[in-house]
């Protein structure tokens, strides 16, 4: 067992995710550009804007190798990335979405070529500290992590305007699956004897099974063997917006089904799986 369980490479996926961005994006109207999201301040236009915020740190940081902005004394990893990607939405407010559609369609290939050149069982570039934060993260969970960030940004503003999509099992499930890979950092604080399992199911056509197990004193993802000590089952929207935090714990709770050990599953339903 590994702790964060088998290679996932999304890489052929992001030119598919980007198009439907763009398609999405295309389609808006004036006042859809405006229409508020669940990100607290920001509308359409500002996600946009975010999304080209990460285009265009992780072609500068990864691949030029440019530093960036520094933190501030004292600042903690969510205070610096609160405070960076709201100084480059201010700024982004003044590009017409025309011109965001142009620089997203433009950068979007050049951060393929960047993920296709990586070798996945490296480390990666930015550790992925929701999926643990004592040793190195590979480079195809921060690949992926980037792919669920893109992926959920098209959802906030679908949701906004009140158009579906992107909701395709070959779209969708490498989403869920990576946010599964958050569980055994999760339920770091349970301590349980080494061969306890807790299990997790994903109901839905992009749905899945996840299984950590405790080995060694720590969990690790694991694949399916004896019967879970705990269980928690949900549906796919409910998941992937409990992993965001596009609903409480409370909500995703009320809308799960536990079973085994109340300690596991209340751990379980607490999940994150983004920086905050």
């Known amino acids: 067992m590994t702790i964060f369980g088998p290679v996932i490479d999304v890489r ?16 808006l109207g004036p006042a859809d550009w405006a229409q508020p999201t669940i990100c607290p301040g920001w509308d359409v236009h500002d996600v946009a804007g975010h999304v080209l915020n990460d285009y265009l740190r992780r072609l500068s940081g990864s691949r030029d190798g440019y530093g960036g902005a520094v933190f501030a004394d004292d600042e903690t990893l969510p205070a610096y990335l609160a405070r960076t990607n709201d100084e480059f939405v201010r700024a982004g407010r003044q590009l017409s979405p025309q011109v965001l559609i142009d620089l997203l369609e433009h950068l979007g290939p050049q951060l393929d070529a960047l993920w296709a050149a990586r070798d996945l069982r490296t480390p990666a570039d930015l550790n992925v500290s929701w999926a643990a934060t004592d040793r190195d993260s590979p480079a195809w969970l921060d690949i992926a992590r980037e792919y669920t960030e893109f992926w959920v940004h098209q959802q906030q503003i679908r949701d906004a305007v009140s158009l579906p999509g992107a909701t395709q099992p070959e779209l969708m499930a490498p989403v869920l699956d990576v946010f599964a890979r958050a569980l055994p950092h999760t339920l770091r604080t349970c301590e349980r004897p080494d061969g306890t399992v807790a299990r997790l199911e994903v109901l839905g056509p992009a ?6 197990a405790r080995q060694d004193g720590r969990w690790r993802m694991a694949t399916p063997g004896s019967g879970p000590a705990a269980s928690v089952s949900m549906d796919q929207d409910t998941f992937w917006r409990l992993s965001t935090r596009g609903i409480t714990v409370e909500e995703a709770r009320a809308r799960s089904n536990p079973s085994g050990d109340p300690e596991l599953t209340a751990a379980m339903t607490t999940l994150l799986a983004v920086v905050a």
């Not at 052929?12 to 389609?27: G, S, T, V, Y």
């Open 12 to 27: 052929p996926l992001f030119p598919r995710e980007r198009q439907a961005m763009l398609d999405l994006l295309r389609a």
């Open 207 to 212: 749905g899945g099974q996840w299984n950590v």
